[in-house]
């Protein structure tokens, strides 16, 4: 049975509330249950305390209020003391002590208020009344059935203790009230500080902004002034500016014309120049074709010969790992023999010794014959003695029996003796046919690898030809590049030195040197069987075929504006736009040739 509790109605008497603490105050939901009512869950309040009595500061006690916002006159109280738990914890089965016994309590109604709300609540609190009495118990529910966990006696509230309950209810009230109207007078006190400084801080802002207002008209004054004053000093600037163009102009227009007649003077002289140069240029373009056939026949013998030097490197390592691998059976193989020989010694040892035990079974055999004839003699002629003699005759046949007997088992045993000689000779003869096979082998392997060994050789010798040729052409190749770079080189002296324009021409040339080739080298030491030489180097290639391409485009322009005769004033955009396009190519070519 639970524990009968809060029987002294001077129990507020004997509690020190002065000193107590709340260890918890919230609202739970709670099933109430009266006999003469329906069952109906509300909201009630449970606070727990926890002090010392009046009497006794030593002796701890744990008050638990159960109490109603809505009914004033609501209340169930339970008071534990030290000592009265000891029979509560017996009573109930408790497993913890006094001091964590409210923290148990306190996460059982955590749990009960979690399942708020719920349609079927697993932990539940409820309060049963029943006259003065009430139990306050707290109940798991699972599939099977529900599981109190704690089970407490209340006692309902006399008009007594509920006076006691809402005295003590009404002095926490007041000390709150009192403590939030010492807030709120503080608060008030800070209101109004606060609401001076904001006032002088109006007044502040109301004198800032006159002065902004006041410095911002002095400011748009300012402004207008130097504005003025900027626009005067503008329209004084643009006057000088333009007379001093006025004057630059006449000047320009001075040097242009006499710059104008010395390039009608020399234009003259070009023109004779630009003749010299044309057939110059013929006779370049010439030898230049027959460079570019040569540099191609040296490229595509490097080429051939670089193809046949990757050939042969790759026959020479195919031929390394063929004369590894052979050389790797030709030891397996002389392995193997040296085995064979090894047992063929081992079979004729053991065979010897056959022999040798044959010969001795032999001779024993022969003296066994001997004596069994001695006594066969023996026992004919002593046939009519007496009947000692017969017995003794007798044991005689039967040793003599046993002698027989022993001689066909000797016999047996040599026959096959002799058998397994015969079959081991045969394995011999057989090992000594593997073994000539074996060295036979091995003397063929040794044949084809002293074969490889020699075309080795001969591929060895046949590369390092091949390498001396390759350095040959690209030596050739060097000097073609060389001869590229000069005859480019003239090619810029010769075209590229424009500066002034005549009457007739939108290009200009300064007369250049004479110009000379010096002797072009052999570069076809030697060709492919089918006599048309390979190219050398398809990048030098690309790079000639642009120069001539610059070059072409260079000579047509000269003989669109040379040849055409006709004279021009002023100079012309689109002719120096063109010119400047053909020089830049023939340089871009130079320098990727450089």
């Not at 503008?234 to 710059?259: T, Y």
């Not at 392995?335 to 079979?347: D, L, P, Q, S």
């Not at 091995?442 to 020699?454: D, G, Q, T, Y």
């Not at 005859?487 to 040197?513: E, H, M």
């Amino acid at each position: 049975m639970p524990l009968v509790l809060d029987e002294n109605a001077l129990s507020w008497e004997t509690f020190d509330v002065q000193t107590a603490s709340t260890l918890y105050w919230q609202s739970v939901p709670v099933l109430l249950k009266h006999l003469d009512r329906e069952e109906q869950v509300e909201e009630l309040t449970v606070r727990i305390l926890s002090g010392f009595t009046r009497q006794n500061h030593n002796l701890r006690i744990l008050r638990v209020h159960v109490s109603s916002e809505e009914d004033l006159f609501f209340l169930h109280s339970l008071e534990v003391s030290e000592e009265e738990f000891q029979g509560l914890k017996a009573d109930q089965g408790i497993l913890v002590d006094f001091s964590n016994f409210p923290n148990k309590i306190i996460t059982l109604l955590a749990k009960c208020i979690e399942s708020r709300g719920e349609e079927n609540p697993r932990f539940q609190a409820e309060l049963v009344v029943s006259g003065c009495e009430s139990l306050f118990r707290i109940v798991e529910t699972n599939d099977f059935n529900k599981l109190p966990h704690i089970t407490l006696k209340f006692r309902s509230g006399s008009d007594t203790a509920i006076k006691q309950f809402l005295a003590f209810r009404l002095t926490e009230v007041r000390s709150n009230c009192k403590e939030l109207t010492e807030e709120l007078r503080t608060c008030e006190d800070a209101r109004d500080s606060t609401s001076s400084q904001f006032a002088s801080c109006r007044e502040k802002l109301a004198s800032v902004q006159a002065e902004h207002e006041r410095c911002m008209l002095e400011m748009k004054g300012n402004q207008h002034t130097q504005l003025a004053q900027a626009q005067e000093e503008k329209a004084r600037e643009k006057s000088e500016l333009k007379e001093s163009l006025d004057r630059e102009w006449g000047e320009v227009e001075r040097r242009l014309r006499e710059r104008l007649e010395v390039m009608t003077k020399k234009s003259e002289e070009l023109d004779q120049e630009n003749r010299k140069l044309r057939s110059q240029k013929c006779d370049l373009e010439t030898k230049y074709s027959e460079t570019n056939h040569r540099l191609a026949s040296a490229e595509g013998y490097r080429t051939s010969l670089g193809e046949e030097c990757s050939r042969l490197k790759e026959l020479n390592k195919k031929l390394s790992e063929d004369k590894h691998t052979l050389e790797i059976k030709l030891n397996e193989m002389k392995g193997e023999g040296r085995a064979n020989t090894e047992k063929i010694r081992a079979n004729g040892e053991v065979l010897d010794q056959q022999r040798s035990r044959i010969r001795d079974m032999e001779a024993s055999n022969r003296q066994l014959e001997s004596r069994c004839e001695e006594l066969i003699k023996a026992v004919q002629t002593n046939e009519d003695s007496s009947l000692q003699v017969s017995k003794q005759n007798q044991r005689t046949a039967q040793i003599a029996g046993k002698l027989t007997q022993d001689m066909k088992n000797i016999k047996e045993k040599n026959s096959h003796l002799k058998k397994s000689l015969a079959r081991q000779d045969e394995k011999m003869i057989q090992q000594k046919r593997a073994a000539d096979k074996a060295e036979e082998k091995r003397k063929a392997i040794e044949a084809v690898l002293e074969s490889f060994k020699k075309e080795n050789d001969g591929l060895r010798l046949e590369t390092e030809d091949l390498r001396s040729k390759l350095e040959d052409g690209k030596t050739q190749l060097q000097e073609s590049e060389g001869m590229i770079r000069w005859l480019n080189k003239q090619i810029n002296d010769a075209q590229l030195q424009s500066s002034t324009r005549v009457p007739g021409s939108r290009y200009t040339f300064q007369p250049s040197a004479s110009v000379s080739l010096p002797p072009a080298p052999n570069l076809r030491k030697s060709e492919p069987s089918g006599g048309r030489p390979a190219l050398a180097n398809p990048s030098l290639s690309a790079r000639l075929s642009r120069i001539r391409g610059s070059s072409e485009n260079l000579l047509t322009l000269g003989k669109e504006d040379f040849g055409g005769g006709g004279g021009a004033e002023g100079l012309d955009s689109e002719g120096a736009a063109g010119v400047s396009h053909a020089v830049s190519a023939s340089r871009e070519a130079t320098l990727a040739l450089g």
